[in-house]
């Protein structure tokens, strides 16, 4: 139990074709799209978490590093999921460093929003949450697609404590950004942060929506009421 091979027979057991056939079209693995030449065994997220949990006990660095470096994304979402599950444990001992670090280490392997969007707040948000944050700032200016996804989704960490400082200011330097998956994550964290507190995000949104990409915007303004939706849709509309 624990091993590489042990995971891979456990997570291929849970394999289906009609996921593995569909699963390439739903997380754009096409030429010239955002994940091109992902592949996928068919196996839906919930299996993955079990056995990730059984798992989790007895499987080492090397092997998490193993699965990382699969061209399978099912076997990097389940190291990702290990990689959590050790780092929460790890955490009550204050011995989590090595697991933010691993992270960091194989930080080109997370290469999908859903991999980003499961870990990113679970570990660089609350490893973040009383140190210096100047990693996310530089990974927002980074090329990498994925390093200025894993910056905004870490912020939730942060939200969920009533902190929004860092959102608001990530949020700026992304209403440029040519990536509808930025516009949704981006909209995604102001719409999270408003749910909190209304004040800082609509003051944002004030400022700033008429330069916000329609996605970003539309994500954001979701809960608000019909009214205060169109009025600030009408305020995007009027910068065209």
Not at 32 to 51: L, N, S, W
Request: with cysteine; aromatic share 10%; glycine share 2%.
């Amino acid at each position: 139990m624990g091993d590489l091979k042990s995971i891979i027979r456990d997570l291929k057991s849970h394999a289906t074709k009609e996921k593995a056939a569909f699963l390439p079209y739903f997380f754009k693995t096409g030429k010239g799209e955002y994940a091109e030449g992902d592949r996928f065994h068919g196996i839906v997220v919930p299996d993955q978490r079990k056995i990730a949990e059984h798992h989790t006990p007895t499987t080492s660095k090397d092997t998490i590093i193993s699965l990382l470096d699969s061209p399978f994304h099912e076997e990097r979402l389940t190291a990702l999921f290990i990689l959590c599950n050790k780092f929460q444990a790890d955490k009550k001992t204050s011995k989590e460093k090595k697991w933010v670090d691993l992270y960091l280490k194989k930080v080109d392997r997370i290469n999908n929003w859903d991999l980003v969007d499961t870990t990113a707040h679970i570990i660089l948000g609350q490893w973040l949450e009383n140190k210096n944050r100047t990693i996310l700032y530089r990974f927002a200016k980074d090329k990498s697609l994925w390093k200025n996804r894993i910056a905004v989704v870490a912020t939730l960490h942060f939200i969920r404590k009533n902190d929004f400082q860092d959102i608001l200011q990530l949020s700026e330097i992304m209403l440029h950004h040519p990536h509808d998956l930025m516009h949704k994550a981006t909209g995604w964290m102001l719409r999270e942060a408003w749910k909190r507190k209304k004040e800082p995000v609509e003051n944002f949104l004030n400022q700033f929506a008429h330069k916000m990409p329609r996605t970003m915007l539309r994500y954001a303004i979701e809960r608000m009421s019909e009214p205060k939706r169109k009025a600030y849709l009408s305020i995007k509309l009027q910068s065209y």
